[in-house]
Antibody, heavy 123, light 111 residues
């Protein structure tokens, strides 16, 4: 059974940093691209960042470029999102999502998702 | 403001057929496949339709998707109470920034 479990969310002050983790199991992690998608409560989903199977291709939504860094450790079956210079508008549930392919295939085919971790940016 | 446009709400009675629209542009829906996700608050989103009109195994054939030009639709026939959820459309965007884009989500209420 595929499982994606996010952790690392919490309350953080504006301008500070936070690192999210996603522990994957039930599939061959190194074979698939992975993504972070967020949702402000009551709003729509927003793709934040994605990384290909080997980390060779990485993408970010414009609003987080230069502040967030996605990475993965295939040996630990884990995905990460290092978030710095956090802003109030980064407050959201952050979901880890598995791509159905190994790379960036100009598709948003996320066949498994975690249950999310809440990040609250407030003073 | 989401890149793809969906109605914020939809409703129907059990057994009815409802459709949810998703409007985009030439850089996303017009040139890439559309995906639909079902999301119950507090749970993991679920892939409902992929590549415009295909269903993953386990998704009932009551759910169907279509795409025409820069718009797409999700249809749910034989509406059931357990279909009450948020539905999100998504597509890749080929604009300068690139990346995945979503609609604002449609809250479906089964009356």
């Amino acid at each position: 059974e595929v499982q994606l479990v996010e952790s690392g969310g919490g309350l953080v002050q504006p301008g500070r940093s936070l690192r999210l983790s996603c522990a994957a199991s039930g599939f061959t992690f190194e074979d698939y691209a992975m993504h972070w998608v967020r949702q402000v409560p009551g709003k729509g989903l927003e793709w934040v960042s994605g990384i290909s199977w080997n980390g060779g291709i990485i993408g970010y939504v414009d609003s987080v470029k230069g502040r967030f860094t996605i990475s993965r450790d295939n040996g630990k079956n884990s995905l990460y999102l290092q978030m710095s210079s956090l802003r109030a508008e980064d407050t959201a549930f952050y979901y880890c999502a598995k791509d159905s392919s190994s790379g960036f295939a100009r598709a948003t085919e996320y066949d498994y998702w975690g249950q999310g971790t809440l990040v609250t940016v407030s003073s | 403001q989401s890149v793809l446009t969906q109605p914020p709400s939809a409703s129907g009675t059990p057994g009815q057929r409802v459709t949810i629209s998703c409007s985009g542009s030439s850089s996303n829906i017009g040139s890439n496949d559309v995906y639909w996700y079902q999301h119950l608050p507090g749970t993991a989103p679920k892939l409902l339709i992929y590549r415009n009109n295909l269903r993953p195994s386990g998704v009932p054939d009551r759910f169907s998707g279509s795409k025409s030009g820069t718009s797409a639709s999700l249809a749910i026939s034989g509406l059931r109470s357990e279909d009450e959820a948020d539905y999100h459309c998504a597509a890749w965007d080929d604009s300068l920034s690139g990346g995945g884009v979503f609609g604002g989500g449609t809250r479906l209420t089964v009356l």
